[in-house]
């Protein structure tokens, strides 16, 4: 066969595929609505899982305690922290270190105290591991200032500028009753739900508290920030061969909360895919099937006339085709507007996490892909039963 | 095998189940040739029409269609030589009812032609012969039974076959209608094909070269 009549062959398939379908338009707009209605449900969908695992990584990861998380591997802190740190800065691919040390401690207005965490923190690259909601950061070496949890900040009712007071358990040896007491003021308010909570957490400047330590580098932990998130193992694996004295954790294994919240939403989506895919896959393989079982006389009579089995086979496939094709364009448009309905109203908002619906190419590409891919296998049956039809029984029977 | 001869059967025998629906039937039909079968319903005219026409395997026997076995080749070559070499009219709903008269009849041309503009004005002429030009856009389903059985008729002679197998082409049209349908069938013996005519008519059956009788699924006579 020439290349031309390969061509005009390809037309003579597609204009039967494409007649057949045209030829019951109810089936056609119920299979095309089916393919449509799986796009358009599994496009918000998806972009729905995609913006709460990206606000979730946002949150722990990337304005959280970073893609890797260096501990001391046998001492109390980290040793020669200050060099260690300006080390790990100079990795390639990292974009931030942020040193943090954690201090048990009760946060005071108006003589009503709660215990909290305090996370003392030293940014040298500007990268904080909390979202600033409201006021400003501390300035280096900050001794007055403190941030505290929104969610904190309104249950002991102070705002931007209240004075609070601090007592920081030190718990150097030796010492039953170690504490730091500070009068501070309020500089600002963040939020944060993972790794650094807006409810029971307070932010003060490190150097100031390792000072009050005695020990000016005193450090807990590194975050290491390389804004991969899914490169965060490799970039674990390859600090631990290079800083034998530290444990570095990729936020996978350091924060089974969100691995695990990730994880959910992946099964969650993973689940929501595939009851799309039964919910298009099976009413259009039953449309197709009895469509094809409908024209048995059609098939014969084109099978009598020199239409081959796979041609056949072919023409039944191009109608799935056309109808996934089809019901994407027109699904699609209907899953953008949906998105664009749930960036305007999220479905959840609490605190400062808001899910907002991903709006990109992945949103529409995998729903499609998927959708279609769906459409196509529930194709295959049927055009196999049809191009397997026996001309002369059906002939023969005159069904 | 007779270089004159389009179509030879010896022994050709089909069991259908428990029943021999063609028991050993020998023929030729020669080119030019316009042969008509007769017989009772349900005496296996038809089941030895789709085996000449390679639709249907018999059981027993050997089928030549000129000079091939086709039995021997494989499916796509048997497809092809329906393709090229034989034009069906069969009984009865006979065309496929979502395209027009008009593409009906290129659809095979369009296959064998790989051009749809050349099948198209193929069509055009075989259905101005027969008298629907001005139903050639209609919808299969939308066309009379005899105007049915014309387009069908048309179909059979787009790709100037080697052999034309016909079952029951008048069987449910009127006199005029028959006529016009067995003119344009018969004008394919003048140019070298064979026609094989499946028929209760008598008049049509006596228009052939040959009659042959079939009942018990053999034939009777020559």
């Known amino acids: 066969m020439t290349p031309t009549n390969r061509r005009a062959t390809s037309g003579l398939l597609a204009f039967l595929a494409w007649r057949g379908l045209r030829s019951s338009p109810l089936t056609l707009v119920v299979l095309v609505g089916a393919v449509a209605a799986g796009v358009a449900f599994q496009v918000p969908n998806t972009a729905n899982i995609l913006g709460y695992e990206a606000e979730m990584l946002e949150q722990g990861v990337k304005c959280g305690f970073g893609d890797v998380r260096l501990y001391p591997r046998r001492s109390r802190r980290i040793e020669a922290a200050k060099a260690t740190m300006t080390r790990v800065r100079a990795t390639p691919g990292i974009h931030a270190v942020d040193a943090i040390l954690i201090l048990p401690a009760a946060i005071g207005h108006e003589g009503h105290f709660q215990s909290v965490a305090a996370l003392a923190v030293d940014s040298p690259d500007g990268r904080q591991p909390f979202r600033l909601v409201e006021g400003r950061l501390l300035p280096p070496g900050d001794r007055e200032g403190i941030l505290v949890g929104r969610a904190l900040a309104r249950r002991l009712g102070v705002g931007v500028g209240d004075k609070v007071e601090l007592r920081v358990v030190f718990g150097r040896n030796d010492l039953d009753e170690d504490v730091g007491r500070y009068r501070l003021t309020v500089r600002g308010l963040f939020a944060g739900t993972f790794t650094v909570c807006a409810t029971d957490t307070i932010v003060v400047d490190r150097r100031f508290v390792a000072g009050e330590l005695g020990d000016p580098e005193a450090t807990d932990m590194l975050l290491v920030y390389s804004d991969d998130p899914e490169g965060a193992g490799a970039l674990a694996a390859r600090l631990a061969g290079a800083f034998s004295s530290l444990d570095a954790r990729s936020w996978t294994e350091d924060s089974a909360l969100l691995r695990s919240a990730i994880h959910g939403s992946a099964a969650v989506a993973a689940s929501s895919t595939a009851m799309v895919l039964v919910a298009v896959g099976l009413p259009v393989a039953a449309l197709l099937y009895i469509q094809s079982i409908n024209r048995r006389r059609q098939v014969a009579l084109m099978a009598a006339i020199g239409i081959g089995g796979a041609e056949i086979f072919i023409v039944f496939f191009l109608q799935a085709l056309f109808v996934g094709l089809t019901g994407i364009a027109l699904g699609c448009p209907i899953g953008y507007g949906l998105v664009r309905y749930f960036r305007a109203h999220p479905i959840f908002e609490m605190e400062q996490f808001v899910l907002r619906p991903v709006l990109a190419a992945r949103t529409f590409v995998w729903p499609a892909l998927t959708v279609l891919a769906a459409t196509l296998i529930s194709g295959v049956y049927p055009a196999w039963r049809a191009a397997r039809i026996d001309p002369a029984e059906i002939l023969r029977r005159g069904t | ?222």
């Open chain 2, 1 to 222: 095998m007779n270089e004159a001869e389009v179509l030879r059967a010896e022994g050709l025998t089909r069991v259908l189940g428990e029943v021999t629906a063609v028991a050993g039937v020998s023929l030729t039909i020669a080119a030019g040739e316009w042969v008509s079968l007769v017989g009772p319903s349900g005496c296996g005219k038809t089941t030895l029409l789709q085996m000449l026409g390679l639709l249907d395997r018999p059981t027993a026997g050997q089928l030549r269609l000129a000079g091939v076995d086709p039995w021997k080749g494989t499916v796509s070559a048997r497809t092809l030589l329906r393709r090229e070499r034989i034009g069906f009219v069969f009984q009865g709903n006979n065309l496929i009812e979502y395209l027009t008269a008009r593409e009906n009849v290129a659809l095979p041309a369009w296959r064998l032609l790989g051009s749809r503009g050349a099948a198209l004005a193929a069509a055009d002429g075989l259905l101005d012969r027969l008298g629907l030009s001005a139903r050639a856009d209609t919808r299969a389903a939308l066309l009379s039974m005899g105007e049915g059985q014309r387009v069908a008729s048309a179909r059979a002679l787009v790709n100037r076959p080697q052999v034309v197998l016909a079952d029951e082409p008048t069987g449910n049209l009127d006199k005029a209608s028959g006529e016009i349908v067995m003119a344009a069938l018969g004008e394919v013996c003048v140019t070298g094909s064979a026609l094989l005519v499946v028929t209760h008519d008598v008049g049509v059956a006596a228009r052939a070269n040959r009659t042959l009788t079939m009942s018990d699924g053999r034939i009777l006579d020559r």
